[in-house]
């Protein structure tokens, strides 16, 4: 599969059920060291056991110190070489960094405003 043909979709909130059989999900937040951290999950449905469908959850990349974009562009491109079609995506990190950057210069943003 070319990775063109791979979909990028916003992830489901928690307690939304994927009703996708294979796709791989990006998640991305800060640690506690204001760092962007990325975990990647290949996630695939298994044959119901005991009327059940059952998930296989594989993890790439736990805590991985890459940009948002870069987890992106690499799960695509892993999606796209297991010919799977849909990457879900969630980006934590981002808003709470430049909130928390404000916040912490507030100085810098008044000077920035003044301009």
Do not use: C
């Not at 990775?3 to 916003?10: E, F, G, N, Y």
């Not at 994927?18 to 796709?23: I, N, R, S, W």
């Not at 640690?31 to 296989?56: C, F, M, Y």
């Not at 849909?86 to 709470?96: A, L």
């Amino acid at each position: 599969m070319r990775a063109s043909k791979v979909r990028i979709l916003p992830a489901l909130d928690p307690g939304e059920s994927y009703v996708d059989p294979t796709f791989v999900l990006v998640e991305t937040t800060l640690n506690g060291a204001d760092e962007t951290t990325t975990t990647i999950e290949h996630v695939a449905s298994q044959l119901p056991v005991k009327g059940k469908l059952r998930w296989r959850v594989t993890t790439l990349g736990q805590s991985v110190p890459l940009t948002h974009a870069g987890a992106l562009e690499w799960a695509v491109s892993f999606a796209a070489m297991h010919d799977i079609p849909i990457v879900y995506q969630r980006d934590e990190g981002r808003g709470v960094r430049y909130a928390a950057a404000t916040s912490a210069h507030p100085s810098a943003a008044a000077s920035s405003a003044s301009k």
